[in-house]
């Protein structure tokens, strides 16, 4: 049975197949084929930047990102042989924090959680994977193998919940990024009624077609930023969704009056400038603007990702997969071109249905 491990090394931290023990549920759990797992910013900065938070021994399986089949269900459990599922990511601090203790895992208070595939945890990239059944959440077979998307688009849905949380009304938002996160969010955006803009750098390609398949008006590069920003005639945009951690300023800059900025990205790599405080606390106080941030993603933002999904063109929600390789050629999915928007590794030889459609 192999996986996708990364191995931590005196030289940093290295990508390989292992051979792995075949899992052993107990009563409680789900046994899972895994079907494919995606990869993104997070997988690739492990590889980068190392195995963060330790792993359960000197290697970590990786993958957050997961679609896989049951195989064997315990007893009066939602699931039966043959459903698909993704399994959340996150899990509970040892001595649960007051929010973990009512669930909500991706407010952990204390840091002490545990993440399956980044932190602590084995991931899903494997062949075969105990899952939990409380943490399993039901794919609909319709997505196929768009279903790998349940777990990034959870993230998205996350957003836009503190997005709609705090807006009076959905006008025009603006998304900074056309990679998995940014058209996703645009997919979300345009779903509640928002005239959705996308901002990236890419001239042509993937990303802009996907933009534009879903009616939003794509801006390329930085020096059209400005355009987008000014060129919105009413002092900017309803709602802000910033997917590149690269225009925190810009993001701020273009959020108008009432409106809402969700920063996805974490960081801040970009070369903007920094913004006074005072300019800062003027734009909040006199514009009644609100900034917020998410990471992670719990229960109920994998359900409204899911009925999001369920909701998008198939079509367009296959050509997210702009790389879909099987397991031994793993290496080829952590290769980003400009156009890659996203990358999934096949887990089986045969996904069987979850692999048809245009993928
Ligand atoms: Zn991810
Ligand atoms: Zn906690």
């Known amino acids: 049975?192999?996986?996708?491990?990364?191995?931590?090394?005196?030289?940093?931290?290295?990508?390989?197949?292992?051979?792995?023990?075949?899992?052993?549920?107990?009563?409680?759990?789900?046994?899972?084929?895994?079907?494919?797992?995606?990869?993104?910013?997070?997988?690739?900065?492990?590889?980068?930047?190392?195995?963060?938070?330790?792993?359960?021994?000197?290697?970590?399986?990786?993958?957050?990102?997961?679609?896989?089949?049951?195989?064997?269900?315990?007893?009066?459990?939602?699931?039966?042989?043959?459903?698909?599922?993704?399994?959340?990511?996150?899990?509970?601090?040892?001595?649960?924090?007051?929010?973990?203790?009512?669930?909500e895992l991706d407010i952990c208070l204390n840091g002490d959680f545990t993440e399956r595939g980044i932190k602590g945890r084995d991931g899903y990239a494997a062949e075969r994977y105990v899952l939990a059944d409380r943490y399993a959440v039901a794919v609909s077979p319709r997505l196929g193998l768009a279903g790998v998307l349940v777990e990034p688009a959870s993230i998205v849905a996350k957003a836009w919940e503190r997005v709609d949380a705090s807006s009076r009304r959905s006008g025009r938002a603006l998304v900074l990024g056309a990679g998995p996160i940014g058209l996703l969010a645009a997919l979300l955006g345009a779903q509640r009624g928002y005239e959705v803009h996308v901002v990236d750098q890419v001239g042509g390609g993937p990303k802009v077609r996907?933009?534009?398949?879903?009616?939003?008006?794509?801006?390329e590069g930085a020096h059209d930023l400005g355009t987008a920003l000014g060129g919105t005639g009413r002092g900017g945009f309803?709602?802000?969704?910033?997917?590149?951690?690269?225009?925190?300023?810009?993001?701020?800059?273009?959020?108008?009056?009432?409106?809402?900025?969700c920063?996805?990205?974490?960081?801040?790599?970009?070369?903007?400038?920094?913004?006074?405080?005072?300019?800062?606390?003027?734009?909040?106080?006199?514009g009644n603007r609100t900034i917020t941030g998410v990471s992670s993603s719990g229960r109920g933002h994998f359900e409204a990702a899911h009925a999001a999904l369920l909701h998008a063109d198939p079509e367009w929600l296959h050509g997210l997969l702009t790389t879909t390789v099987p397991l031994e050629r793993y290496a080829e999915a952590f290769h980003a071109e400009p156009d890659t928007i996203k990358s999934v590794i096949l887990l089986a030889a045969d996904p069987g249905p979850a692999g048809k459609g245009k993928s």
């Open 1 to 103: 049975m192999h996986g996708l491990v990364i191995h931590a090394g005196e030289e940093g931290a290295r990508l390989g197949l292992a051979d792995l023990a075949e899992p052993t549920p107990d009563d409680a759990d789900l046994l899972v084929d895994g079907i494919a797992v995606g990869v993104c910013g997070t997988d690739r900065s492990l590889l980068a930047r190392g195995l963060r938070g330790g792993a359960p021994g000197d290697r970590l399986v990786l993958g957050h990102e997961s679609l896989g089949r049951v195989r064997r269900a315990p007893s009066g459990s939602r699931f039966a042989p043959g459903d698909l599922v993704a399994g959340l990511v996150r899990r509970p601090d040892p001595h649960p924090c007051p929010n973990c203790a009512v669930g």
């Open 210 to 219: 996907q933009v534009k398949a879903l009616g939003a008006v794509y801006h």
């Open 238 to 261: 309803d709602a802000v969704v910033e997917c590149t951690g690269e225009l925190v300023a810009a993001a701020i800059a273009a959020t108008g009056p009432g409106g809402v900025l």
């Open 263 to 286: 920063l996805v990205a974490g960081g801040h790599r970009g070369t903007d400038p920094t913004m006074e405080l005072s300019v800062l606390s003027g734009r909040l106080t006199g």
